[in-house]
């Protein structure tokens, strides 16, 4: 009764309305060749596991010591046969199941050809950030990517206060740290980074992202819609707060988001919104990037460790994704960073009520 108790509860915590992190729903051709793989080798897994444990079960119970017996069963030592038969079956299917695996892993690793769309994913402690070089776009925490079109990803780790450099229009695009030659030294700041692995369960496989190295992951959504993803290896405090979303669009909403978000963030600011932008260019500015803002001294402002705020209201979610772009949310991360994330980098400058609101003022030009 216990045992069905403890079983049934097990069973039951797999179930959850709203479990969208599910590698058993693919939802793109390369999670479908995942799980196409992954079915067959657990049914040739489940009838070994049936077969080996009803036997084991079934000997202990039909051979076991029972009271006033004092005969000693022949006690037999090698079976040549059996010996045989048991190493070469175990052989036999493991070298079935490694034809389909190893194809598969040749496959899902080939860059593909094609129409493709290059993505660079640089991971941070604790948000992904996500550099369109062909198109010139800088962003974070949502990765967005048209329907039916392969998306490689180029995935990199990069430490704290490593400045992704902000595309500017027209000039040649300019190289991240995942986009270096093979050769040359890492950034010095890469040298802080640590590990971290990209997992959108219902596009693809996991991916780690090594520090000093570029590892490479296809993904690819046939349908509309938004796929949750985070990080999967333990990467310091934060590591459960490093999420992300795959915003997947139909190609023609995808160049519009495109058309978007290469457009420069709007420079018209009055009111509280401007007092917030003086706020920020002394403040946000040490690490937040905003294309075409200028310092006081007409300096561009660069991304300096945090993300690339230029459409900021563009995006559904920010703090890794944990949090949705509101007011509220907003006010309470830069008021206390670090009560909403442990460890955080994000300083807090230690700003008024009134500052908060004209920063959240100014971000809400962001669009
Ligand atoms: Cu990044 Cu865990």
Redesign the pocket.
């Known amino acids: 009764m216990v045992l069905g108790l403890v079983a049934l509860a097990l069973v039951a915590a797999a179930c959850a309305p709203n479990a969208t992190q599910s590698t058993l729903e693919p939802k793109g051709p390369y999670a479908q060749q995942s799980y196409d793989l992954f079915v067959p080798v657990f049914w040739v897994a489940a009838v070994i596991f049936i077969i080996v444990e009803g036997l084991l079960v079934l000997f202990v119970f039909r051979y076991r010591h029972r009271k006033n017996q004092t005969r000693i069963p022949p006690q037999v030592h090698g079976n040549t046969r059996l010996e045989i038969a048991w190493t070469i079956l175990p052989t036999l299917i493991l070298a079935g199941v490694a034809v389909p695996t190893i194809a598969t892993i040749w496959d899902l690793a080939a860059k593909p050809t094609g129409d493709v769309l290059e993505v660079n994913v640089l991971?941070h402690?604790?948000w992904w950030e996500f550099d369109y070089p062909d198109q010139r776009i800088l962003t974070a925490n949502e990765l967005h990517i048209p329907t039916g079109r392969p998306v490689y990803v180029t995935l990199c780790a990069v430490g704290f206060g490593y400045g992704t450099p902000v595309p500017s229009q027209g000039g040649p695009p300019a190289p991240s740290a995942c986009q270096g030659p093979p050769d040359s030294p890492p950034p010095a700041a890469i040298g802080a980074a640590?590990i971290?692995?990209f997992w959108v369960p219902e596009l693809a496989g996991t991916q780690d992202v090594v520090p000093g190295q570029t590892n490479h992951l296809t993904i690819q959504a046939d349908e509309p819609g938004v796929y949750e993803g985070q990080?999967?290896?333990?990467?310091?405090l934060s590591?459960a707060y490093?999420r992300f979303k795959v915003v997947a669009h139909t190609p023609e909403d995808f160049d519009r988001w495109v058309a978007e978000q290469q457009a420069p963030a709007s420079s018209a600011v009055a009111g509280p919104a401007q007092a917030g932008q003086a706020i920020f260019l002394q403040t946000c500015v040490a690490c937040h990037a905003v294309a075409g803002l200028e310092t006081a001294t007409g300096q561009p402002v660069l991304a300096n460790g945090g993300p690339n705020l230029t459409h900021l209201m563009s995006r559904g979610c920010f703090r890794g994704c944990t949090l949705a772009v509101t007011d509220g949310n907003l006010r309470r991360w830069i008021a206390d960073p670090r009560s909403v994330e442990a460890g955080s980098f994000m300083p807090d400058y230690g700003l008024s009520s009134e500052e908060i609101d004209q920063v959240v003022a100014f971000l809400n030009t962001l669009e």
Request: hydrophobic share 35%; glycine share 8%.
């Open positions: 991971a402690q604790w640590v971290h692995s990080c999967k290896e333990f990467c310091g590591h490093m």
